[in-house]
């Protein structure tokens, strides 16, 4: 497919261009990754500038993201990938093989740095979501802040810099540019730009900005940051739609295969029916979601690959508000599981009063079933993130569903995050919904050639 940036997009790339530390603050769905890919292939290919570009991700995110967005765009066949996960290992196979773009998750950041010491090879790093970097004290702020000479070009990526205020701001800023803009230490930025907030006579639990300090601090970083809000981009449609591709990990998808195997060489493509298609077709995207009912109605856990996007998916939303549709009920079961550690208002969508108290802002996390919430409620005042944990075959449903926030009295850009297994069952339904073809005829196609392609393999 051929890129046609968008103004905005143009802008960017030539910032990365221009500028060997940037931080890029776009909202979701403004397409941050390929604008970073644009900029490394050129200064890789055109300008001969960079050598080597690590880019560090949440771990879904560098399984799939990155090296799936290149594989759209023409101008990008050129970049070679290595995504450096797994065990340790897996990790030096994978950062010895010969590539322009190495990829790791951020969690094996200080055993990279450690690894390679002072032989630092990447002369380029792009931090995804730099709002995980945000702690000063965390250890991988200080892996980073070690090896920070050595890097000639850096990139951040996130569309919520200071999720808790202005002071998260610092430690990123820090890695751009070493403490030349904010201060050397978080100590001093403190003092001059805020005050004590909330405090007993021992200990200060927050801080709140002085008056001018918001224009101050972004005077001081303006020529490395570039902010910008989806709403103020009228070329951007009012609903956005995000794939998030999901990669099953190799135990994952030894199990996904060997039970889609199972259950496709049961059944005879040309004696298949609507019924049978409907039950053999949740199956395989229950095994998508990662859980399985058996004969009993017990949850069979098969893998935790989409709930992991899941939850990074929740963080890089940083606070903001999100409704769930889920698929089935173990979706729903396990998914509140999942949250239950997190410091989110968690509630499923059962009354008026869950209707009102989302609209007015007290619950970060409302789960939906499409079929019980897809028509007629008015949830647009509460949000405007929408994630499919898990899609189904019923295009009216789907669309219903998403109206919820799409609807008039929604002040925000709509972002629709579908949750996709690469090569599961998932990929079938997408396709479908996104041609608006998503029918029981296309379930039985579907099938019918997965069907085909398993026998041809066995």
Request: proline residues 3%; charged residues 25%; positive net charge.
């Amino acid at each position: 497919m051929k890129f046609k940036p968008h103004s905005y997009q143009r802008y960017n790339i030539n910032r990365i261009l221009t500028t060997p530390s940037a931080a890029l603050w776009l909202d979701m769905g403004l397409g941050k990754t390929v604008i970073t890919l644009t900029a490394i292939n050129d200064l890789k290919y055109n300008r001969f500038a960079i050598n080597k570009v690590l880019v560090i991700a949440p771990k879904k995110v560098a399984q799939g993201t990155w090296t799936n967005e290149a594989m759209k765009w023409d101008h990008l066949n050129l970049l070679r990938f290595s995504i450096c996960l797994g065990s340790q290992t897996k990790r030096i196979k994978a950062l010895n093989k010969p590539a322009d773009v190495y990829i790791i998750n951020r969690d094996n950041v200080v055993w990279l740095v450690d690894y390679y010491k002072n032989s630092w090879p990447f002369d380029m790093v792009v931090i995804d979501e730099s709002s995980s970097f945000k702690n000063h004290q965390s250890k991988r702020f200080k892996a980073l802040k070690q090896i920070r000479p050595h890097i000639k070009r850096q990139v951040q990526l996130t569309g919520t810099p200071s999720p808790n205020g202005l002071l998260d701001i610092w430690a990123q800023i820090y890695l751009l540019d070493g403490g030349q803009r904010l201060g050397k230490q978080i100590t001093g930025f403190r003092e001059r730009y805020f005050e004590p907030d909330q405090r007993n006579r021992e200990r200060i639990f927050s801080y709140a900005a002085k008056d001018g300090a918001d224009h101050k601090i972004h005077s001081l970083i303006k020529d490395i940051v570039v902010s910008m809000k989806a709403s103020d981009y009228i070329e951007l449609p009012a609903v956005m739609y995000n794939s998030v591709p999901v990669v099953l990990d190799d135990k994952a998808k030894k199990a996904y295969t060997k039970l889609e195997k199972e259950m496709l060489l049961e059944v005879d493509e040309a004696e298949i029916t609507a019924a049978s298609a409907a039950v053999l077709g949740n199956k395989l995207l229950q095994l998508c979601n990662g859980a399985v009912y058996d004969e009993s109605r017990n949850i069979i856990d098969i893998h935790n690959n989409k709930m992991e996007a899941f939850l990074e998916l929740i963080e890089a939303l940083n606070g903001a508000p999100a409704l769930i549709f889920y698929n089935f009920q173990h979706d729903k079961i396990r998914i509140q599981k999942a949250l239950e550690k997190k410091n989110l208002r968690v509630r499923e969508l059962k009354t008026a009063e869950d209707e009102r108290d989302w609209n007015n802002k007290e619950i970060d996390v409302l789960l939906a079933h499409p079929a019980s919430a897809g028509y007629g409620l008015n949830l647009q005042q509460g949000g405007n993130h929408i994630i499919w944990f898990g899609l189904n075959w019923n295009l009216e449903l789907y669309q219903q569903a998403n109206a919820r926030l799409a609807r008039q009295g929604q002040k925000e850009k709509v972002f629709i995050h579908r949750l996709t297994v690469l090569g599961g069952m998932d990929e079938n339904v997408e396709d479908a919904l996104k041609g608006k073809a998503a029918t029981q005829e296309s379930l039985l196609t579907a099938l019918k050639a997965r069907i085909e392609k398993v026998k041809e393999d066995a």
